[in-house]
Structure formats: C-alpha cells, structure tokens
C-alpha cells in the first residue's frame, strides 16, 4: 500500500513511523528544508539546543506516548519552571502560594492561601475564570489581581481578544495552582530529547519503507499516486478556502545572543503587562548547556496573513468552530484524505496529543486496512 503525507511536523512523523512496518511504502513531503515542523532545533556552535519556532517542553501523562518517542531518544529530566514580571517582580507562574507571598503582605497572603485550601482541592489547578466565581472576599481579590496581571494583558497580546471570547480549553491554560509546586506542568513524564528533537525525528524516519522529500509543494494531483493520503496542513488551504479562511494567531522570534553567562534567572520569562513582546525564552536551561556565550528569544504574537507568515495557534472559539465544521464535513465525503494535527484538526494540541492522535489514527487505518 502506498501513502503520501503531507506535512513533515509531529503528527505525521509519528504516523508515517507507525504505519511503516506494515506492508507500506510511504512517502513524506514538506515545503520547508527541514523535518519536524515547528518542532525543529538545531544546536549552535556552543552546543546549545536552539528551539527554531520557539521554546518546546514535553510534557505528558500518556505512558504509551512516552514509550513511543522514547524509541528514537534518550531523555534529559527536565522539569519546565516559568516567571512573570509583576508589579516589578519575578513570580512563580502559573500563579501559586509562593507568587501570593512574594507580591502580599503577609497576613493578606495567609487569608488568599486559606480561603483557597477552603474552597479547592490542594495541589490542583483552578483556571481563573472559575476562581472569578467565588464568593469569598480575599478570592475575589486575589482573582481580580491574577486577572488582570497575569491573565488578561497576556491574553489580548497573545490572542488579540478579550479571554472571555476564547473556548474554556485555551482560557484554561492560565489556571491559579493550589500548592506551593513551582513546575508549569505536573506531567508524569517531562523532558527535552538529549540531542533535540530533529535528531528524535530523524531516527523516527530512518526506515527503508520511509521516503523524505524537502522543499516539496504539495499538489493535489499527487493524490492519484497513493492508496491513502495523511493531510496536517491547514484543512481550509486543501479545500481551497470554499468557505473561508480559518483564522490563526502567528509568531515572529527575534533570537539575540549575549556574551554572558545567563540572560535570566530562568528559561522562560513572561511579561503579561510589560512590552510587546509575550515572553523571552532562553535555550540553555532546556540541556543545562555550559557555555559563555547566552541565546534568547523575544516573541511576539501577531495576526496571521496568509503568505506573509505562519500558522501557530488556531484561535477556537464557537464562530470558528462552527466555520471548521463546515470543512470538516466537507473532509468526510473524501474517503482517501485523513487530517491531522494542529492545522488539519483545527486544534490547540500540545505535543504529546498530537502523539496520542497519531497513535490513535494509526490503530483506526490498521483495522480498516490491514
């Protein structure tokens, strides 16, 4: 059976390797000159693992996932902390117990800390949408205070909306933490790939039933060459935009490199309120990289225009939900195309869901087809 994939980002890599020790010949094309999407790094020459496309953490609780990737590379422990400028301070975020008693005096800090243990389930995360409901006066201080210093700046630079036009799955990502754990993410398993993430891919690849093409455009008449076909691109683009363009937020990084040290006292930096930029990542915590020489990056969200820049973040909320389930409908009468990933499910997916939708559609095909 042969299969074309369109696209050379996660999913599809995940994919094409699953399917590939079946009675397969596959082929993967991509526009750009590199695998791996925007998940694509490369070390510089002081041996830093620079994160093209921005700062990548993986994170999951999905042991098959983990197990999957872990095939293709080793793993360096590393555990994703983030701060945030506020009010002139460097705080723990997501927001937590230490962020209250840094920024409060102490006995405003003591009523935050045991109104929040009344009311949620210590060591979880409460987005902050769902603390705004509470009733009790120091929790509607403190929700108040978190909304408008961490949250919504952050938001409408990030977004260009008000959070409360976002789908709850995207607002939920700034949540308040009921604990004193300084981590981002709690995640069983968390790490950076030891030789980065290209060279994960590359492993992932090296299969002699595998065939890279870069620097490839895809055309629709190469669907007539293949049994099926796996799409990630924008699932709008492959229909043409018949019913209009899906909306995106992008990204622009500016990279600079400081003959020091260290830039900062972390790898990521928010500024909610500060700049125009959202936050500055810096590359050598990730493989605690030691080196004279720092790389950071600056990022700054802006609008997507189609053959001006890319596509980052799908921008989910109910009026562009309804616009992608025209497409997707439209998909279902196309038998021989599967979409996938961020651009083709039109979904905000981490790097482990887009993993587990691979492994997902991997089983699906295999029982259908073989």
């Not at 040290?261 to 810096?282: A, C, H, K, L, M």
């Amino acid at each position: 059976m042969k299969l074309l994939f369109i696209g050379a980002g996660i999913s599809n890599l995940s994919l094409a390797r699953l399917l590939a020790n079946l009675e397969t010949r596959i082929t993967i094309v991509d526009l750009k000159d590199h695998i791996g999407g925007n998940c694509f790094d490369y070390f510089d020459q002081n041996s830093t693992d620079i994160h093209a496309y921005g700062t990548h953490i993986f994170h999951t609780d999905n042991t098959e996932v983990w197990r999957f990737l872990s095939q293709f590379t080793q793993w360096y422990p590393y555990q994703h902390e983030v701060k945030a400028l506020v009010d002139g301070q460097l705080v723990p975020v997501p927001f937590n117990f230490n962020s209250i008693e840094q920024l409060f005096p102490k006995e405003m800090a003591e009523r935050m800390i045991t109104a929040l243990l009344s009311e949620f389930e210590f060591n979880k995360k409460v987005p902050i949408l769902k603390l705004r409901e509470s009733k009790n006066p120091a929790l509607q201080f403190l929700a108040e205070y978190v909304y408008e210093k961490i949250f919504l700046h952050y938001t409408e630079k990030q977004w260009d909306v008000r959070p409360e036009d976002l789908d709850p799955l995207v607002t939920g990502r700034v949540p308040v933490f009921v604990g004193r754990d300084n981590r981002y993410f709690q995640a069983k398993y968390q790490g950076i790939p030891l030789e980065g993430y290209t060279r994960m891919f590359e492993k992932m690849v090296d299969h002699p039933n595998i065939e890279v093409r870069l620097n490839t455009e895809f055309d629709k008449s190469m669907l007539d060459e293949y049994d099926h076909v796996f799409f990630s691109g924008a699932i709008d683009e492959f229909f043409d935009y018949k019913f209009g363009q899906l909306p995106y937020r992008s990204l622009r990084f500016d990279f600079l490199t400081f003959n020091r040290p260290y830039f900062q006292s972390n790898s990521v930096v928010n500024y909610p309120n500060n700049y125009d930029f959202t936050r500055i990542g810096e590359y050598k915590y990730f493989l605690d990289t030691q080196s004279q020489n720092t790389v950071v990056s600056y990022e700054y969200p802006e609008a997507f225009v189609l053959g001006k820049n890319e596509r980052y973040y799908p921008i989910i909320n109910e009026e562009n939900k309804r616009l992608y389930e025209k497409y997707l409908e439209e998909a279902k009468t196309n038998k021989k195309v599967t979409f996938l990933g961020r651009l083709g499910d039109y979904k905000y997916y981490d790097m482990d869901q887009a993993v587990a939708r691979a492994l997902e559609l991997a089983k699906a095909f295999c029982s259908t087809n073989f």
